[in-house]
């Protein structure tokens, strides 16, 4: 179906072009794609911060034509950037959600996320990471597990990529004929704890937001297995699309220096990860007790107070109704860290309270 002329004007004032079949569409700080088969059909990939959804619709509309919908949205991951319409547009269009098992915990109300941690510093992205939502949300009526084999719904011809580190079960999307990597946030290409750098969105290839990465040991080996893949275009949950040889430079040298450029110095997460299953979060380190000013808190919050108002105003509560997890298969577990003693009890967990118990 044909889109009329003021949704074209819409389609290009509101999204970008990453490659061929593949657009992208920016929600104050973060990324998430539309990808189209020559049959028309298409996919969302991520659904960016809430309060958003009207604005998806209309690019949506734009892009495929008045009353479109997806055959499916794909998450690389739960986090509130990501997730945040997910809800009220898996409702809208009725269509199913496909996750990996272990970001499951996080998008039926069973865990929250291990706290984000503001200690790195860097930038008032950064900064202001205590006040990022990290409770779960619920949408089992809608969730369904990526394919066991790799294959991707509603994309012939891509496959996906457990790429843990930044979530347990973060995922990448990887288009084999043109090398096209879709990627959340296995890596960044703007620094996404800065502020300015969201202004200017000057490309470069970062490593993946240092506030919300909870194991940098599994972020690194993530890294690496995508630059592997030699993508040609690389389409990030923060920052624009890089393309070519400047796209293969940097990211051979993020993977060769990463322990030096894209691991904080200190941090809580930086000397032993989070652990987490199929549950949930099983343990975190001890909070990192720092010394930062408040005034740099403050001033983190100042330069994101426009871009926080707006999105603030935007966001609607969407009810959900009752539903559970198809499917019945075992999940997998990510690494334990010996001699970390425990500071949740997933056994114990209210999720009513979204297992905000720990420190």
């Not at 990887?174 to 969105?201: K, P």
Request: hydrophobic letters at 40%; a neutral charge; charged letters at 20%.
């Amino acid at each position: 179906m044909e889109a009329t002329k003021s949704n074209h004007y819409a389609s290009k004032r509101d999204t970008f072009e990453v490659a061929p079949r593949i657009w992208g569409l920016k929600t104050i700080f973060v990324n998430m794609f539309f990808i189209a088969e020559p049959d028309g059909s298409w996919v969302l990939v991520d659904t960016g911060v809430p309060g958003f959804a009207a604005k998806i619709k209309r690019a949506a509309a734009a892009l495929f034509g008045e009353g479109a919908r997806p055959r499916a949205i794909l998450l690389t991951h739960g986090h509130f950037d990501h997730s945040g319409n997910v809800k009220e547009l898996a409702r809208h269009w009725d269509v199913p959600v496909y996750a990996h098992p272990m970001e499951f915990p996080y998008l039926t109300g069973l865990s929250s996320y291990p706290p984000p941690d503001a200690s790195v510093g860097g930038g008032g992205m950064a900064y202001m990471a205590f006040t990022y939502p990290k409770q779960p949300i619920d949408i089992k009526p809608y969730l369904e597990l990526l394919p066991d084999d790799g294959s991707v719904p509603g994309l012939a011809g891509w496959h996906w990529l457990h790429t843990p580190g930044h979530t347990p079960g973060h995922v990448s999307f990887f288009r084999e004929e043109d090398r096209v990597l879709v990627l959340g946030d296995a890596f960044a290409t703007r620094d996404a704890a800065s502020a300015f750098a969201l202004i200017t969105e000057k490309r470069k290839v970062h490593g993946p937001p240092t506030f919300l990465t909870s194991d940098w040991a599994a972020a690194h080996h993530s890294v690496e297995t995508l630059s592997n893949l030699n993508p040609q275009v690389a389409a990030a949950g923060h920052g624009m699309p890089m393309v070519g040889d400047e796209l293969r430079r940097q990211l051979d040298d993020l993977v060769k220096n990463f322990w030096v450029v894209a691991v904080p110095r200190t941090g809580r997460y930086v000397h032993a990860p989070a652990v987490a299953d199929e549950r949930g979060v099983i343990s975190v380190p001890p909070s990192v007790d720092t010394s930062m000013p408040k005034i740099l808190a403050a001033a983190g919050a100042l330069a994101l107070a426009g871009l926080a108002l707006t999105a603030m105003r935007k966001r609607r509560k969407v009810k959900d109704s009752a539903g559970h997890i198809s499917g019945n298969r075992p999940y997998s577990h990510n690494r334990v860290a010996p001699g970390l003693p425990p500071t949740v009890d997933p056994d114990h967990d209210d999720p009513n309270e979204h297992t905000n118990n720990y420190p």
